[in-house]
């Protein structure tokens, strides 16, 4: 092969690059909320103390006075509820999208992608108003809803795309061959459909587990606080001694799973990201 | 001189399998060359391998006198047309064909008289300010060829670029071609796995199986008198019709009844019995009743039940099968897939049809059984093994691809037999 | 229209209208409850005042130098971070590309980014850059002192770079998508008509791309101009370097002065379409199916 081993170490400098850089800001993380409390301003890139003081001290005190058992189980509460119900609301109407015709298809998905652009900030204040007037304020559902609102967008997109690719008439052969109109709907839809409802499922995930802005506007306490935005007010161990351990090691709980979760599913995430998109 | 060389080159992928084999071929300067044969067999990658699109993995390439094993595709100072033509979606016919010239710093001037002109030869002129999707498919393709053009290459390659044409389209563009190639006198090397192309416009064809040039020469050669089974069954349409014999001292028991063998075939007479395989084409059978007295000491007669009987006008096609008229050789079994005849089952169980062309006075009629007779001075008979014909080297004229080596081996590299070890494929 | 075609209509609206109705209450009735609110003049802590007042919040903002201030900085952050995206996912989209080894491992990590919270990579960046914890200012070249958030251009170049870091992904895979639509065969072509790498890429590849830069840098644009979190992590805003977010958020959550906040909100909303419309008219930017006219 003509290859030379120029080739094969620039393309391996290129791609070491982009792995570092991807990787140097998760590492310095996980470095920090490993360093004692003594050494947390050292400096260094690698910990020259390693403890794990900072995750006990973030667990201590039980599910009511630690800072961040609370803000994570909000999180994920949170963010599954949103999930589920974004994924049923968005299936729905991209069943009806992708399969029947009616008038008002397109606007619906132009509005979709608007409402994708749509600057949160705007409905802020308006929801801050609402949410006090009917009691939502600081509560699950508070977060639940505008999450659903600007997670479907994103789903409804992707199960579009998803949904396009599946030969429909696959249910006219089965009913055909003998099944009910539901049971080729199980057998034969359901699996097919499968992978595209479980990427627009983690993509929904994702959103809500990261949402921010919501999240320090509508809540005010541990009753519906989130992990981003119980990250934001941490405090230290007193009020004299900086956060940083203790948020890093907050930081790197919710973090971890997630990037497991990413790297195991990276084909399908891709794909959801990407569909639509540009296709040809 | 912008002769084409390619010396004992090799083609192996990195999992080892070898797409070309030692394939050596003289190219003379200004011919028209065909590469044809089955899809897989190798001839795009040594097209391919020509263009510098693929590397040399063993064996030499030359250009004109350059070795250019190591240049790549730019400096070799060749033009290509690819199947799908390739042409940019987001430039005009204009800009299309101007590019290699642009990349060559040509001047502009220079560069609007060559586009022109290679537009006014095919028939592009209106097209020029245009983009690729508003062309036809014919249009495309001209514009693919234009842009090979302008660039006046020492070789044109050519790789199936009358395969995305519908039939009637083919067959114009077919002349069109050749017209182009005759007037500008360039190296061309035109790759198709249409045998009716290889046929009607190479000066000299190269037939290709697996990697390994089987047989190169005029289409005539190659029609009358193949190197093996594979070209036999390969070049003609509809194919050569084969089945099998038995050869002892200078005649042959075959299916048709026994028959002279003819002249120049190396029997090895008296060696006893041997089994052989008989190949005759559907015009070499003919009515019985209409055979003249003095083609009848040439013809042997046969009955035959008529499966099926198709007018042409000008002549019939008609189908008939013989009891013991299956041949079992993958020497044919490769053509058959490449052909469909896989596909059919028919053509699988049982005996093997057969194909005649009838002259249209025949008085002949589906289901009936006929008297058929065949030219036996037009057999060919080849060794079931190996697959070569047993009448040994055809006479060439001496020139063209590889004819320097005709003198020890036979033209080109061809070899009947199937290489020792079959790569995977 | 046969009974089957309405009940094929009806049957479409009744399956979108959940959705349907999820977005628009959260998004149609805020966005016009916001516009009522910024005619007034409504400060939650002094709720007994207030009343209608035109269009005074919004001649008070306008006439603000901390709005232009913060439209500036939001324009500056969005322009140098989107550029500096195109040109890194433009890279990292062709080493996934073309790469002859490693293209999963590549994949993988570009999708980590993606994953962090942002305010987790905020955290981390800030965190780096302190001069008091961060490795930053161990590095050689860089002034052991330097205080990054104490001023207001490194603070933003600081939160520039951990803007690009986290979208730059996003940026690749959409570029990426876009390279493979490109038929594979017109490089072969390039090669052959005397083009090389560099020729290839400005001449075929570039102009081919044209349509997913643009729906590329379509989204991120919008995404950019609403920057948050980022900013809210490492400075909170100060040494001037808000967001017009930031600004709306302070006025609306901190000083719970609804009417000068919504005000703020409605310019930010009117700002995005500004954009969104110059790209498409402007710039021709279309998605698939032509759903943005």
New interface residues.
Partial sequence: MRRGIREYSLWAIGELLIVAGALIPVLWIISLSLKTPATVADQSFIPQEWSLENYETLFEGGIDDSPFIKPLINSIGIALITTVISIVLAALAAYAIARLDFPGKTLILAGTLAIAIFPQISTVGPLFDMWRTLGLYDTWPGLIIPYLTFSLPLAIYVLVAFFREIPWDLEQAAEVDGATPFQAFRKVIVPLAAPGVFTAAILVFIFAWNDFLFAISLTSSDASRTVPAALAFFTGESQFTEPTGSTAAAAVIVTIPIIVFVLLFQRQIVSGLTSGAVKE | MSEIVLDEVTKRFPDGTEAVKKMSLDIPDGDFVILVGPSGCGKSTALRMIAGLEDVTEGELKIGDRVVNDLAPKDRDIAMVFQNYALYPHMTVRENMAFPLKLAHVDGAEIEKKVNEAAKTLDLTEHLDRKPRALSGGQRQRVAMGRAIVRDPQAFLMDEPLSNLDAKLRVQMRTEVARIQARLGTTTVYVTHDQTEAMTLGDWVAVMRAGVVQQVGRPTELYNHPTNLFVAGFIGSPAMNFAPGTLSGSKVKTPFGELPVPDGVKAGAGEGERDVIVGIRPEHFEYAQLVDSEAREHGATFKAKLDLVESLGAEYYTYFHLEGTRVDSEHLSEVAADAGLGEIPSAKAGDVSMVARLDEMSEIEEGQEVELSLDTRRIHMFDPESGDNLAGTPSGDGAGPGAAKAAEKPVGRSSGEAPAEESSS | MTSR?RS??R???M??A???I??L???A???A??VV?SFQDLDLRFPEEGGFVGFDNYASVLSSSLWWTDLFNTLFITVISVSVELVLGM??AL?MYR????RA?????????????????A???Q??FDP????V??LPLIDDDKAWFGERFSSLAVIIMAEV?KTT??MA??L???LT?I?E??Y?????????AV?RFF??TL??MK??IL??LL?RT?DG??V??TI??MTRGAQDTES??IL??NQ??SRLN?GL??AV??L??IC?LLI?FIFIRGFGAR???G???
Avoid: H
């Avoid at chain 3, 790469?99 to 490693?102: D, E, K």
């Avoid at chain 3, 491992?105 to 990579?121: E, F």
């Avoid at chain 3, 008091?132 to 490795?135: D, I, M, P, Q, W």
């Fill in positions: 075609t094929e209509r049957l479409g609206w399956l979108c959940p959705a349907v999820a977005m209450l959260v998004t009735y805020p966005i409850y916001a609110l890279a990292i080493v790469a002859i080894f490693g491992v590549v994949r993988a990590a570009v999708l980590i980014p993606y994953g962090v919270i942002t305010v987790v990579a955290l981390s960046w965190f780096a008091a914890t961060g490795f200012n161990n870091w992904p996003f895979l959409l990426l998508a876009g639509t038929d065969g017109l072969e072509a390039a090669k052959v008509d005397g083009a090389n020729q001449r075929i102009p081919l349509p997913a729906v590329a989204f919008l101009f609403r948050f979190d809210f992590i017009v977010s709306g958020y609306l959550i609804l906040g919504s909100s409605v930010i909303f995005v969104a998605t698939q199916d759903r943005v006219a």
